[in-house]
């Protein structure tokens, strides 16, 4: 069974650009989460949908957004890039929403380093 | 405000060595504390979950455990080996309006294991 894939790997992008960053889960999963990993502050959450749809959020402000397609393929964009949103962000996918009152693994893809200058 | 710590940052030990993380928490209300192990340039691996009622949870070499009552978790890892070599992060899922579940990541340790 093919593994989480995130595309593409790196990325370099100027100030005031935007992004979209791509992640299709295992197969079979339907819940699929992103986020944002940098040395300072570590592995931070962002969103997640299932079934198409933001079932939760993080801290992060609204130039962050994503959405689920039918067959659960997910994309993030960013907007309005800063140097400070030079990172690894990491898409994970699971069987059910994680965001629910019971434990689902999640299984985390290689990851795509975004560099803004 | 719900906190994830663990220590140390970083760790040296021979191979063959046995030694053990940290992880603090004051996430409430509690739901499950998972354990990730990170290589280099990859994304994070599961090695435990665990809920309340568990109190340790095995995976290999490495062994986790949970104090629910003092809010500690512990991974032991046993007869290291070069390929643990990595970033072990702690995760602990704190549920909001009974149905919601939010995910807070301690920063990690930082293991490298030397021949």
């Known amino acids: 069974k093919a593994g989480v894939t995130q595309t593409p790997r790196y990325l370099i992008k100027t100030r005031g650009q935007q992004v979209t960053l791509s992640c299709s889960p295992i197969s079979g999963h339907r819940s699929v989460s992103w986020y944002q990993q940098t040395p300072g502050q570590g592995l931070q959450f962002l969103f997640e949908y299932f079934s198409e749809t933001q079932r939760n959020k993080g801290n992060f402000p609204g130039r962050f957004s994503g959405r689920q397609f039918s067959n659960s393929r997910s994309e993030m964009n960013v907007s309005t890039l800063e140097l400070g949103d030079s990172a690894l962000y990491l898409c994970a996918s699971s069987l059910a929403t994680t965001s629910g009152g019971l434990t689902y693994e999640q299984y985390f893809g290689p990851g795509t380093r975004l560099t803004v200058t | 405000k719900n906190q994830v710590e663990q220590s140390p940052q970083s760790l040296i030990i021979l191979e063959g060595k046995n030694c053990t993380l940290q992880?603090?928490?004051?996430?409430?209300?509690?739901?499950?504390l998972r354990w990730y192990k990170q290589d280099t340039g990859r994304g994070p691996v599961s090695l435990t979950i665990m809920t309340f009622s568990e109190n340790t949870k095995s995976n290999g070499r490495y062994t986790a455990t949970l104090d629910a009552d003092t809010k500690q978790s512990s991974l032991h890892i046993t007869a290291s080996q070069l390929s643990d070599s990595a970033s072990y992060i702690c995760v602990v899922s704190a549920r909001y309006g009974g149905a919601t579940n939010k995910l807070i990541f301690g920063t990690g340790t930082l293991l490298a294991v030397q021949p």
């Open positions: 992880c603090n928490y004051t996430v409430s209300p509690f739901s499950n």
